[in-house]
């Protein structure tokens, strides 16, 4: 398969934040640097309004104004821009596509690249393999959120969302919006679609059975406080 041609796009590097094809992530924008690439990306046309969100790596200096960062991020679009009157702004991309990072180019106040698009699976949603991952995925979340409660981070809106979402989706949010560190969210968006629904499979799997061990120091807890 010949490679996708490079893409231009400006760069949004945060500690803290992994952005993940079609998922919505909302960003409040205050330093000087990124307020200009806000009105820089504004300026161009609809389709092609990205902001290239990636990863700083770990010891990075905030003194250092090009610190380190993973080769592997999400160009969101620019979906919708609430200015506010000091000149901050709140801010909404929708994951569009994965990319790897060929190059850094010149650029001033912020950073830009050079970046290859990295093609999503496509997977056949009615092959048995892919049926089977979906709806174990629907029911561990399902079952955390009614072990956990509020603590689980989707409420029963978002179930809904998922349970009518294809596996693309559905894997790709859960990514997105549960609680594991970022270094971890790197490693699911580096892996490809089927490789990332079976990690993240693990890892619902996984907090199933800390809860299972737990139960029963749960149910102590319980009973002592409502004696």
């Keep these: 398969m010949p490679k996708r041609p490079l893409v231009p796009i400006p760069l949004f590097p945060l500690p803290n934040v992994v952005h993940?094809?079609?998922?919505?992530?909302?960003?409040?924008?205050?330093?000087?640097?990124?307020?200009?690439?806000v009105r820089d990306v504004l300026a161009l046309a609809p389709q092609e309004r990205w902001i290239g969100m990636v990863l700083l790596r770990?010891?990075?200096?905030?003194?250092d104004p090009a610190p380190a960062i993973f080769e592997a991020g999400t160009a969101g679009r620019l979906e919708s821009h609430d200015p506010l009157p000091d000149g901050r702004s709140n801010i909404l991309l929708r994951g569009e596509f994965r990319f790897e990072l060929e190059r850094e180019v010149p650029s001033e106040p912020y950073r830009?690249?050079?970046?290859?698009?990295?093609?999503?699976?496509?997977?056949q949603q009615a092959d048995p393999t892919v049926i089977a991952l979906r709806r174990e995925l629907l029911r561990l979340t399902q079952t955390l959120k009614q072990e956990l409660g509020a603590r689980f981070?989707?409420?029963?809106?978002?179930?809904?969302?998922?349970?009518?979402?294809?596996?693309n989706g559905l894997v790709n949010r859960l990514?997105?919006?549960?609680?594991?560190?970022?270094?971890?969210?790197?490693?699911?968006?580096?892996?490809?679609?089927?490789?990332?629904?079976?990690?993240?499979?693990?890892?619902?799997r996984s907090r199933g059975r800390v809860l299972d061990l737990l139960r029963p120091y749960r149910r102590f807890a319980d009973n002592s406080e409502n004696n």
């Design 20 to 37: 993940f094809p079609g998922t919505d992530l909302r960003l409040h924008v205050f330093e000087p640097r990124y307020r200009q690439m």
């Design 58 to 63: 770990p010891g990075w200096d905030p003194r």
């Design 112 to 123: 830009r690249a050079l970046v290859r698009p990295v093609d999503e699976d496509q997977l």
């Design 153 to 167: 981070p989707f409420d029963e809106d978002d179930l809904g969302d998922l349970a009518q979402a294809d596996l």
């Design 175 to 204: 990514a997105a919006d549960l609680d594991v560190p970022a270094l971890r969210q790197q490693v699911l968006l580096g892996e490809d679609l089927e490789e990332r629904g079976a990690s993240v499979l693990r890892i619902l």
